[in-house]
């Protein structure tokens, strides 16, 4: 198993701003995965981060809002950029177990107003 | 395409009662299957996988791959299983995809 922490737990942006969270491991992870929560839905991937190279985004995600960066093996960051309303949500990091299960970092929920 | 899909947003039963969480799948190859939950104010966590054919906390889960299904059961629905439930599954690649969830609500 693998413990997950991440930061800021919430926060309360205004518009337009940009927010940089944080997901540390205690365990060196090829891959980690960024996942959106929006309120009453379920986990949609935002993106998978490899270590030395560019982060592989899902369709409907790009790199100038959702700018991903994966210095070393236990750690990564998701900025969420110019952000309106729209980007209130749950950001969840997690990395894949040897059984291809994932484990979670506690979320960050984010509030633009 | 993979889809993942949870007809019920929400269940209730009654404590002591059987419960089954329906999942349904789309897949053309052989899936990885998995139950995870969240409980009140925790972080989301694996619950059970259909490789390992465990029972965790009284759950489990078959794979049925005729019906495409992998609906998780309990016999006797406690209290403190009262959670969000997601089904998800492992396609091709490392990508995992969730399904929209069923709320389990047991009832005293």
């Known amino acids: 198993s693998a413990v997950i922490s991440q930061k800021p737990s919430r926060d309360i942006c205004q518009r337009g701003t940009s927010l940089t969270i944080q997901c540390q491991v205690d365990?060196?992870?090829?891959?980690m995965f960024w996942y959106r929560q929006q309120p009453g839905q379920s986990l949609t991937l935002i993106a998978t981060?490899?270590?030395?190279?560019?982060?592989?985004?899902e369709s409907g995600f790009v790199i100038d809002k959702f700018p991903i960066s994966r210095p070393n093996l236990t750690f990564s960051t998701l900025t969420v950029s110019n952000m309106s309303p729209e980007d209130s949500s749950i950001y969840l990091c997690?990395?894949?177990?040897?059984?291809?299960?994932?484990?979670f970092g506690p979320g960050t929920r984010l509030t633009v107003t | 395409a993979q889809r993942v899909t949870q007809p019920e947003k929400l269940l209730s039963v009654f404590k002591g009662a059987p419960v089954e969480l329906k999942c349904n799948y789309s897949y053309s190859g052989s899936p990885e299957l998995f139950w995870y939950v969240q409980y009140s104010r925790q972080r989301l966590q694996l619950l059970l996988r259909?490789?390992s054919r465990e029972s965790i906390k009284g759950f489990t889960a078959d794979l049925n791959k005729g019906e495409t299904s992998f609906h998780l059961k309990k016999p006797f629905a406690q209290e403190e299983d009262s959670a969000m439930y997601y089904c998800?599954?492992?396609?091709?690649?490392?990508?995992?995809?969730f399904g929209a969830g069923t709320r389990l609500f047991v009832k005293a």
């Open positions: 259909h490789i």
């Open positions: 997690s990395v894949m177990g040897g059984s291809y299960e994932q484990y």
């Open positions: 998800a599954l492992k396609g091709g690649g490392f990508k995992t995809i």
């Open positions: 981060a490899n270590q030395g190279s560019e982060a592989t985004y």
């Open positions: 365990s060196q992870v090829t891959m």
